[in-house]
């Protein structure tokens, strides 16, 4: 079965310091990798993907992630966190089906907590 | 400003009362999708259109209805709305293989 998965409910990091936000996944062929951000009372906002090439991948706001095939891994992280980087982080791998359809599949999702 | 819309932001409703939940996009993105977020669970699609005309269920479509006359638009409603609909609702649309950009949400609660 195609999934995602991140296995902290919740990182607690102090400001300045490096965040890592995990995320494994499976899925069929060559897999396509996203990570989105919910801040509070906002929709997602696509962070960074990846679907070929480089296996470290730079997004918005600093962020970057690193794509790992032998361990199916596509770890989220940030040299240095700020209390602003707060939020939701989805971790999110596209499956295709036959016929063209394709889906995200969404992991339950990772609370960042900055703290000053 | 290349946006996706959602239409009410917030609702509350109370069980069997028809509603219908509007989304709009302004990219001339073929697909659309709608999905529901609920604690620890993520989010899970209710349905998907891969152009107009063309819909299709998702993982959790029980409940829900949707349509795609125009290509802008993708109404998600519900015919008789129960309490375990309340969540955080989602859409989202992209070019057929490209990356989901996702609307502001539209919180609901039914009583």
């Known amino acids: 079965a195609q999934s995602v998965a991140q296995p902290e409910d919740q990182v607690n990091v102090a400001e300045g310091n490096p965040l890592t936000v995990k995320c494994t996944y499976s899925?069929?062929?060559?897999?396509?990798l996203f990570w989105y951000v919910q801040y509070p009372n906002r929709g997602l906002q696509f962070l960074l993907k990846?679907?070929?090439?480089?296996?470290l991948v730079k997004g918005s706001y600093g962020f970057e992630a690193e794509f790992n095939k032998s361990q199916t891994s596509f770890h989220l992280k940030k040299p240095s966190a700020l209390v602003s980087d707060s939020a939701l982080y989805f971790c999110?791998?596209?499956?295709?089906?036959?016929?063209?359809?394709?889906?995200?599949?969404f992991g339950a999702g990772t609370r960042l907590a900055v703290h000053p | 400003e290349a946006q996706v819309t959602q239409n009410p932001r917030y609702l509350i409703t109370v069980t069997g009362k028809k509603l219908t939940v509007t989304c709009s996009q302004n990219?001339?993105?073929?697909?659309m999708s709608w999905y529901r977020q609920d604690p620890g669970l993520g989010l899970r699609q209710i349905y998907y259109?891969?152009?107009?005309?063309?819909?299709d269920k998702g993982d959790v479509p029980e409940g829900y209805k949707v349509s795609r006359k125009e290509k802008r638009n993708f109404p998600l409603i519900l015919e008789s709305p129960s309490p375990n609909q309340t969540s955080l609702y989602f859409c989202?649309?992209?070019?057929?293989?490209?990356?989901?950009?996702f609307g502001p949400g539209t919180r609901l609660l039914v009583l």
């Open positions: 989202a649309s992209s070019p057929s293989q490209g990356t989901q950009y």
């Open positions: 899925v069929s062929g060559n897999p396509y």
């Open positions: 990846y679907i070929t090439g480089d296996n």
């Open positions: 999110a791998v596209r499956a295709v089906f036959s016929g063209g359809y394709n889906k995200l599949i």
């Open positions: 990219m001339n993105h073929e697909y």
């Open positions: 259109s891969m152009n107009v005309e063309v819909t």
